[in-house]
């Protein structure tokens, strides 16, 4: 007697056993983790694990007559990350000892590296990712080294400046571009659901647990884990995330026995980590473990060029989907994309072109066509250096305020850190405190601080 | 009053949003009871056409199965509600419509 789900949930394929009705009756975890489905399998129809082309367009299953062997044919699923992935299918039913057809037993491949031969790599990409600035190509350059080793990667950059494109470019070039890619976004679970969310639980962990679950680390197995909001995951987190950094073992809840993994790890995020370990929020010695590589991509105000790239391609992706013809933007509203300073970045320049080509009537962009806050942007005076020198200079200094110190302690700790950034000079350190000469007197009295 | 829109696929929730021929759009009241339904049929599948449909009937939130991320985020752009990873059959989508269900739970209603 062979105990079959541990063997199938080491394979390198997606595998599916359901009954004849096509309800589940085993789902493995390569399957799992190309799906994302994340529910107890049992009795679910197979159509709502896949989500595929064949179960709309005629399942594969039922079109045979029940004597033929197997037959494969290739179609895509949506998985639950939203994203369309092409697969070969191989369906085979499955007969018990009298010859009665009981089931099927589907093979599922992930056949999208085999579509895409190679990673598109050229001078003005790389993967998905568009740019010919300096500083993509910089990052082209990088990348292609990172993805050949196997340590971890920290990418930074402001919002919407392809963080995941980036993460998802490394995996596709690395040796494990055959294993699972699984995402997850560390600020979108609640706190309660995350630990099993990552870590996996055994059945009878906590109330609602009512069979094993694998967490994403163990879905990953073989593939690469990508931690997007790193800097939202919880302190507690921090800690069993820096364990398996460790000894690349996972500690599932309820379970005491740890699992090897094999994973690599890339995270991301648009905070500075520095800062938040400065503040107590985020582990250093995690930021270490993390910081092996480190990729900060550059806002797109800094890509000089790829704007009109970029213009370009979002251009020609939305006529198609929209069936419009829009070919160029006129002089004015292109003055106006070039004076916005873009905070949302790509993914905003994308969603601004994709409003313009929704209403555009002709083939050509006017200023009455982009967002009314674009058309209505007014860059920030510039401070002449009259203003700025009448200004007092403030720039308070960050003390090391522990959540019970009291405001005087906390006064007492920004004067001292103002008169040591001053060497002693007390004009300059009332200036950093955007107080008076005689007031920062006084309070260093009060203080006993002289 | 909402306005509610379920891709079909046979008497169950479609599974793949672009793929879908058939539709069902139903009406709920303050008290999330449906007070009417009817089934479109649509020319061809088509995920840009079923999106522009759910912008011409005014429709309040989409409950579907599996749907692409261009689509989400564009219904989503457009104050569209969607329930995705909703699965099951149409009549439990709509006993489910009763407990004003929030988006981001993969749900088997017939469980």
Redesign the interface.
Known sequence: MVNLPPFLDELPIGILVTGLDRRAVLVNRYLRALTG???PAG???C??I????R???GCTAQSQSGEEGACSCEAN??S?????IAIRSTISPIFDSSGNKIGYLEAIEDIRLMERQDLPVGKFFFGDIIGDSVAMQQIYRVLATIAQTDSSVLITGQTGTGKDYIAEAVHNASQRAKGPFIKVNCG?LPENLMESELFGHLKGAFTGAVENKPGRFRLAHTGTLYLTEIGDLPVNLQVKLLSFLDDRIIYPLGGSRGQHVDVRLIAATHRDLEEMVRKGQFREDLLFRLNVVRMHLPPLMERGNDLYMLLDYFLSTFNK???KKVRQLDEKSLRALLAYPFPGNVRELR?IV?YAVNFCEGDTILLEHLPRYISSYRAPKKETEREKSAKPVVETPEPPISPDASWADTEKHMIMNAMMRSRGNRTKAAQYLGMGRSTLWRKMKAHNMM | MEKILIPL?DD?I???FD??QEVAIVMVNGDREVIERKILVLAE?SA?NLCQLILNEKVDTVIC??????Y?Q?LI?KKVKVL??L??SFEAALAHLGKNPEP?L?I?LD?
């Open positions: 489905f994340g529910q009795g679910i129809p159509k709502y896949l989500r595929g082309s179960c709309v367009d699923i949506i639950r990350d939203r994203k369309k979108a989907r929209f069936k969603n994709e | 696929l169950d479609a599974p793949r793929l879908v599948a840009e199965c599996g749907i692409e991320e261009e989400y564009y752009w995705d990873f699965t099951g981001g993969e088997f469980a």
